[in-house]
């Protein structure tokens, strides 16, 4: 059973090795979907305040199955940024790109970035 976010970033990515890196090199705030019953780490979403013109957020769920309140925190996350975001995305996760593209996002290689110019749908 996955409790901690570097445990399920290792599950879900095959080369996790940079991903958590960034937990150590820039400042951020996470989110939790916690299972209530077995303490199982469902998902997360770890927003990431970067000295660059953009922020970076990460977001992963088991099996890829976001819960309702995980993407209820991604609107308000991406909706209410001050600046220019990206997402590092699973490429296989066509639920999410659909989802970004509702909300001004684009896919772009392994990323979402999402523009502070085009905050619609939010």
Partial sequence: ?????????IEHLPEPKDTLACYECFRN??????DKDTGELLGFVTYFFLDFEYDMLIAAAKDNKFSKEQWRVLKHT???RAKSLRIQSDPNNKVLHRAAEKFGGYFTGGDI???LETKKGV
């Fill in 1 to 9: 059973m996955i409790t901690t976010i570097r445990d399920r970033i």
């Fill in 29 to 34: 705030e996470s989110w939790e979907d916690i």
């Fill in 78 to 80: 991406i909706g209410n």
């Fill in 113 to 115: 970035y999402f523009p």
